[in-house]
């Protein structure tokens, strides 16, 4: 079970009532940064980017590839270990918007992962150290530590040797 807090809503649909549960001016100021950050090639540039203007936790020598989609509403819910790969577009989301309810839940992903080409990180997920998502993956719940995990939901499809 993913671990996220639940807000119901009252009338229209969550998403609708959006700026009730987040600021305007820091969901812009997220899409600004992380549109930025996206498109730079540069990892120390991005990390930085990341840490100093959305209060993200970003490893030492943590690689986020380009076009990867960091979460526009609540960034500060995603913490990243050191030493850890991000592939290529990506998405890390740490909030759900849904017709009667609301989540939000903290991604926390390791150290040394690797996480393949297009995947997905639901809310309140955690990724374990030295865990391998492959490409594609849609990861539902949470990954041990030295699992090697793949599909849509993704499941475990052996554990790896350290």
Same mark, same amino acid.
């Given at each position: 079970?993913?671990?996220? &807090? ?22 812009? &100021?997220?899409?600004?940064? =992380?549109? =930025? ?18 209060? #993200? ?6 690689? %986020? ?5 960091? /979460?526009? #509403?609540?960034?500060? &819910? ?7 790969? %991000?592939?290529?577009?990506?998405? =890390? ?12 839940? /903290? ?13 997905? %990180? ?6 374990? /150290? ?11 719940? /949470? ?12 499941? %475990? =499809?052996? #554990?790896?040797?350290?």
């Amino acid at each position: 079970m993913r671990k996220t &807090k639940r807000y119901p809503v009252e009338g229209s649909n969550s998403l609708w009532q959006v700026y009730q549960t987040v600021s305007f001016w820091k969901v812009m &100021k997220s899409f600004i940064v =992380i549109t =930025i950050a996206r498109f730079t090639p540069w990892l120390p540039v991005k990390n930085w980017l990341y840490r100093t203007f959305l209060q #993200m936790e970003i490893g030492e020598k943590t690689s %986020i590839a380009l076009m990867v989609m960091m /979460d526009t #509403m609540f960034p500060e &819910k995603i913490h990243i270990g050191d030493n850890t790969i %991000i592939g290529y577009n990506t998405t =890390i989301l740490a909030h759900e918007y849904l017709i009667e309810e609301y989540r939000l839940g /903290d991604v926390y992903i390791g150290s040394n992962v690797m996480i393949g080409a297009n995947s997905l %990180i639901l809310p309140g997920v955690t990724i374990g /150290d030295y865990a391998v998502v492959a490409a594609g993956a849609v990861v539902t719940k /949470d990954v041990p530590p030295n699992a090697f995990v793949a599909g849509n939901p993704a499941r %475990i =499809i052996r #554990m790896l040797n350290k």
